[in-house]
């Protein structure tokens, strides 16, 4: 029991930091404000652009609400792939990445706790631009409520979290994470039916489609908020999440503990 309230309160001081991080930085937060309500602007016109040449795209309320929910998941999950290993390089840069880890039980705790604050931040910003799309531009939004959100972004999250965790033990084994998370963002966004449905790929890339979790999480998502579907009709999405998550995550958390002790061996766990 003391093991598990020990997480939690690391978990806390965790997220009370990257809280105090970010509001250190109010102007990045402005700007980034603005950068979404600029990409909300600009995408609304390419949607109305597109609904008017192609008749209507097949998709409650249009292609807006569509490419929003994609776009808004897509930034979020390439947050959460980024920040382990931009963590563990700004610790080796400031020479406290073997003090933080010697405060965890685990080695692997360190990239889960530092999800948490991507997490929230993820869910809240979601929120707040499909309420943004249904103020400014009155788009047809039947369903807001938060916990449609949680579930599928939270599978999602710990999946992407996993690759993030890949890249974080390549960070600590060859000093390099980069190109581990952006194989896997570059094709989320490509396959994933973040700008487009599958329908359109040839046979070849629905199947790879298919075996990208992106595309189940917006499935979910895009079910859940602009169609009013349920848990039962959207289950095969969530036990594919259920399954990726599975064999990824226990993976991908062995594999960092691995990079962490072969790091100390050989003494490299500050090097970049």
């Not at 349920?230 to 095969?236: P, S, T």
Request: hydrophobic residues 50%; glycine residues 8%; proline residues 5%.
């Amino acid at each position: 029991m003391s093991n598990h309230l020990d997480t939690v309160r690391r978990m806390g001081l965790f997220l009370e930091r990257d809280i105090r991080l970010a509001l250190s930085y109010r102007l990045n937060v402005i700007l980034q404000a603005g950068a979404w309500l600029f990409t909300l602007f600009l995408w609304y016109f390419i949607a109305t652009l597109m609904d008017k040449g192609m008749g209507g795209f097949a998709s409650p309320g249009g292609y807006f609400p569509y490419v929003i929910l994609g776009l808004a998941l897509q930034g979020m999950l390439t947050t959460i792939m980024y920040s382990s290993s931009s963590r563990i390089r700004e610790q080796q840069m400031n020479g406290t990445l073997e003090y933080t880890l010697n405060l965890l039980r685990w080695p692997c705790e360190m990239p889960a706790l530092s999800m948490v604050s991507d997490f929230i931040a993820g869910i809240l910003r979601l929120y707040l631009l499909l309420l943004a799309a249904r103020l400014l531009f009155d788009v047809p939004l039947p369903d807001l409520e938060v916990m449609n959100f949680v579930l599928p972004l939270f599978l999602c999250s710990i999946t992407f979290g996993a690759i993030g965790n890949l890249a974080a033990a390549s960070v600590l084994l060859f000093k390099r994470g980069e190109p581990v998370s952006y194989f896997f963002g570059t094709a989320s966004a490509l396959f994933g039916t973040v700008f487009f449905p599958k329908e359109i790929l040839p046979p070849a890339l629905q199947t790879l489609s298919d075996l990208i979790p992106t595309t189940h999480a917006l499935a979910v998502l895009r079910g859940s908020i602009l169609e009013g579907k349920g848990v039962a009709d959207l289950g095969g999405s969530y036990l594919y999440l259920l399954a990726f998550s599975a064999v990824l995550v226990p993976l991908s958390l062995w594999l960092f503990n691995a990079a962490v002790r072969n790091a100390k061996r050989d003494g490299s766990l500050g090097q970049y």
